[in-house]
């Protein structure tokens, strides 16, 4: 199984704009954590990252286990996945010494959103975007029957993997340059729908301020799926925005700068202004 898109070689270099690395900026006292989501990299929140450290808040978007490539993610779970995301979000809470905003999209929103209900005291605000809370049952139950054959010695080579020729963003241009890996493994599927059963339950402990942003036109995660997060979080500050043009990939789609601004005061809001020393400095 081969890992990444688009395929390497001659011709499908990605552009200069396109870096699917970590995030690691800034230093100040205060801060967000981005998450991204399943088969994709920190490039899915990067354009929220690169805002918020002009501000001068610190940011971080670390890489989540298993998603190097598609070997790798066939082999992880969720809970590694979330060991990532805590172990980012613990190296920048510093002992309590910055107040820390958790951003999550997709898969990563479930990610956030157990962080947020198991952390009461350090997640000072939450932002959600696109979460995939559920599927439909017959869904979730195909995809639990793959995996098992799939992990089958004899039938495995038989299933092989659910393929996909992009992420799901209106754009075509970044549907093409996306450096999303271009498959999903089902081993990897069934792990996100444990993810939102455990994440289901959860919900009424979550407390922090919560920004819900979800596209209108999201086939990966339906809309409705963002009144179900708002109906039952135990928040009693609740902001949420539809993206009128927008796909799953809300980061990069039609309505990108509606987000990225949404985010920009919702940070502001719950966190307050960086302190001048944080701003970064210029050439």
Known sequence: MQAAAPPSGPGN???????????????GR??????????????????????LHELGYAVRAPQL??????????????????????????ELLAGGERRVLVLGF???????LRLAALRTPDVAGLAVLSAPLSLPPWQARGIEALARLRTTPGLGRLVGMLRKN????????????????????????????????EVADLLPLVRAPLLLLHGRHDH????????????????????????????HIIAHDL????????VVAFARRVLGEPEPADLPSTP
Not at 65 to 87: N, V
């Open 13 to 27: 270099e990605l552009p200069d704009h396109v870096d699917p690395r970590p995030i690691h900026r800034g230093e």
């Open 30 to 51: 205060r801060a967000v954590l981005l998450l991204h989501g399943l088969t994709g990299t920190p490039y899915d929140v990067a354009p929220f990252a690169d805002a």
């Open 65 to 90: 286990a298993g998603h190097q490539d598609l070997e790798e993610l066939e082999r992880s779970s969720w809970r590694d996945w979330y060991a990532t995301a805590e172990s980012a979000f613990d």
């Open 106 to 112: 997709s898969a990563g929103s479930l990610l956030a």
């Open 166 to 197: 992009g992420p799901d963003v209106r754009i075509d241009r970044t549907m093409r340059v996306s450096p999303d890996l271009r498959g999903f493994p089902f081993p990897a599927l069934a792990e996100l729908v444990a993810l939102q059963g």
């Open 220 to 247: 990966t995660a339906p809309l409705e799926l963002a009144d179900r997060v708002a109906q039952r979080v135990g928040s009693a500050s609740v902001r949420k925005v539809v993206l009128p043009r927008s796909f």
């Open 255 to 262: 309505d990108r700068e509606l987000a990225r601004d949404e």
